[in-house]
């Protein structure tokens, strides 16, 4: 079962850096007993800062000496600023072009007055989580504690979820030396999940006919919302639920992040989604999508054209 759902870089040749939502050092240490394995945690030590949008490369390369046009998506790069070092990786929680830039918390300061200052003829800003929240929906990304619980959180075992159900299977590969949980999840996999994450499309029509019943404008709200809401079968009873969503000022839609049983999770799918108008409950159909939901050509490309 998903303990938590991070990256992990290879700095060396042995040498690995793994970043995570959850306090996990614990479990590192407990299961690290009969390797030659030196674990040390570094929170304390690095600042980081995400640099996200179309213009991140360009920002970039008016502050760093790094080969910015041969970095690769999910790859990384060591390089120097003003006078400090750090290291680049191209990743991010918006679905867009991005970057994150790693350095000695020392340097945090330098590093981001280094980034207002090469961004402004950008339009760079500051943003906090209500747009990264947008974001993250609009790439169909999940969230621990919101669209999954950690393992080590879960009270009864129906709230914990393997990564077939929670979109991450991909990320697991089974023909390989033996690993923690290899057993169940090969069987899992043969078997196929009881639930999957997906993407659903709320239908705007029916959301603004239902407010339309009470002389109301359609309500949107302008930040992601993270309270579980039923979803349902066309004709039947409940067959999950949506745990994140938000309007996508990018697409102009209205976009929600579910989970529901795998019999009713193929794209194309028409569901119903519960929807509260005037203190009383309805729902409104919500098709299940491909996610992500925006997944620009420049998030992966390279100037050359290449991933």
Known sequence: MLLDDGTVWRLAENAFRVTAAEPNLAWFRRNARGYDVTIEDSTERIAAVSLQ?????????????????????????????DGFEGVITRTGYTGDLGYEIWVDNQHALRLWDALMDGGRSFGIAPTGLDALDVCRVEAGFIMNGVDYYSANHCLIDTRKSTPYEAGLGWTVHLDREPFIGQGPLQAEKTRGPRQRFVGLEIDWDEYEDLHARHDLPPEICTAAWRDPVPVYAARGGQVGQATSGAWSPTLKKNLALATVKSAHAEVGQALRIEVTVEFVRHSIKATVCKTPFFDPPRKRATIGGTT
Request: hydrophobic letters at 40%.
């Open 53 to 81: 949008g179309p213009n991140a490369r360009k920002v970039l390369e008016q502050v760093c000496d790094a080969d910015m046009d041969g970095l690769r998506f999910f790859r990384l790069t060591r390089t120097a600023f």
